[in-house]
């Protein structure tokens, strides 16, 4: 394969889907020009790599990144040029050197959002000189066979709560996934049909004004207990005749509501309502009893290890560590030392480069557990992430509701790479609840 250069590194400041500034990085080749944007958190985690923002507060409100898109243009795009790295080499070398450039343990140097733009578009520079897809370029640098892929099962957030939306309610996000289904396409059809019962539902039950959507698209209707969010998934499955046909998955983003070593559910309420470890471990458990939940993510907050440990002991369903272990490999090793998840939260921009991404990824199939591929509530229209889960082959991804287009353009794109397999004959399997062995044992790893 002859090999192929970066001709240009360009890159500038746009928006996010919350209207705030975020990364936009090109890398010119003689292949064309291959652009990514850089997503951002708001339930962020303590451990996660720093995004450079500006210290001008007039400007955004001290949010603008002027600063990495200088470190794009000035620094590190001269420095991989005169690098002057192959891109038919694979990411690896482009990614090691730039944690190299940088310098500091979380990209605080050059900043984890000037990295990443860099690392994302890099990844489909290098696809295009190899002449492959993304999904498959990923699945080659994971070190898969690519004889065939496992597609993830979408898990869709559709009623916002937490830090994304304006209710009292304080678990973040109730997610419904269609493991009933036969593909990601009809998988889609169904959770759009339950998305759409679910608000004429809560149009019935509490007036118009209560299907405005939060951050990733869901509804967020004045209710604040789990239980009442739970009926109502439950009530539009059935009324959408889909019943049956879906698991719930909750991550209540916990180390937002996480005080004096205790948790108040009260937090965006008037009154407060705090629980101990032991009362939330209890709620958690009798939720799962009662509604057909397959995952549960950060039930507990990235510091209170205790908590997590116990409840790994008796958890039934997946036990997936976001803020706990911020897609970096020390704290996927204390987790696994201390045997507190059994799951991995996958967010590139949580530790900078796609690469390390993959280490991660790789590491937590290599101790048994399942991988969950996740978008940011910042997001950009960049379909990045369903590439990634696709290549990963990890067997589930969230994406947010099916609504809001930096949401669904990352499920059409799920739904592409399904028809482009299955018009290429190529094994395309949609593991449905079998979504955590899919992640342990994908088709596609050697
Ligand atoms: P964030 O939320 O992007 O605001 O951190 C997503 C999540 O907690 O999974
Ligand atoms: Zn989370």
């Known amino acids: 394969m002859p090999p192929v250069a970066i001709d240009s590194i360009r890159a500038a400041q746009r928006l996010d889907s919350r209207g705030k500034p975020t990364v936009q990085v090109e890398v010119t080749t003689s292949d ?34 002027l600063e990495a898109v200088q470190n794009v243009e000035e620094v590190i795009g001269p420095a991989l040029i005169s690098h002057r790295v192959d891109l038919t080499a694979g990411l690896k070398e482009i990614d090691d050197f730039m944690i190299q450039l940088d310098g500091t343990p979380d990209k605080s140097g050059l900043g984890a959002n000037a990295i990443l733009g860099v690392s994302m578009a890099c990844a489909r520079a290098c696809a295009a000189a190899r002449k492959v897809p993304l999904y498959e370029f990923i699945a080659r640098e994971m070190g898969s066979d690519t004889r065939g892929y496992t597609m993830p099962v979408p898990f869709f957030n559709v009623l916002n709560g937490g830090v994304h939306s304006g209710n009292a309610m304080s678990f973040q996000e109730f997610m419904i ?43 967020a209707p004045p209710i604040s207990q789990p239980s009442e969010a739970l009926d ?58 009662r509604y057909p939940i397959a995952l549960l993510e950060d039930p507990f907050a990235q510091d209170d290890w205790d908590a997590w440990v116990a409840f790994n002991q ?49 590491k937590a199939f290599e101790l048994g557990w399942s991988v969950f591929v996740s978008h940011r509530s910042g997001e950009s229209t960049d379909p990045f992430i369903a590439d990634l889960a ?6 589930h991804l969230k994406s947010g509701a099916p609504c809001r287009g930096e949401r669904v353009v990352k499920y059409n794109r799920l739904m592409d790479i399904e028809d482009s397999l299955i018009a290429q004959g190529q094994q395309c399997r949609y593991p449905g609840e079998h979504f955590r062995a899919a992640a342990m044992a994908p088709v596609h790893r050697g």
């Open 390 to 395: 696709v290549g990963v082959g990890c067997g």
């Open 314 to 362: 008796t958890c039934q369903v997946e036990l997936v560590g976001d803020d706990l272990l911020a897609t970096n490999l020390v704290r996927i090793n204390k987790a696994n030392e201390k045997k507190a998840c059994n799951a991995l939260l996958l967010k590139i921009n949580q530790i900078g480069t796609v690469t390390e991404a993959l280490a991660a990824a790789n």
């Open 32 to 65: 064309g020009i291959f652009t990514a944007i850089v997503p951002s958190g708001a339930s962020k985690g303590d451990y996660e790599a720093i995004e450079l923002r500006d210290a001008d507060s007039e400007a955004f409100g001290g949010n603008g990144v």
């Open 177 to 219: 996934a269609p493991t009933g289904a036969k593909s990601v396409t009809q998988g889609i059809q169904y959770a759009a049909e339950v998305y759409q019962e679910l608000m004429s539902l809560l149009i019935e039950k509490f007036g118009k004004s209560s299907i405005g959507i939060g951050d990733e698209g869901g509804f």
């Open 232 to 289: 109502l998934l439950m009530e539009a499955f059935q009324r959408s005749g889909h019943q049956g046909h879906f698991h719930i998955g909750i991550d209540p983003a916990s180390s937002e509501f996480f005080k004096d070593d205790a948790y108040d559910l009260g937090f965006k309420a008037s009154t407060s309502n705090v629980k101990t470890k032991g009362e939330m471990a209890d709620l958690y458990h009798e939720l799962i009893q």
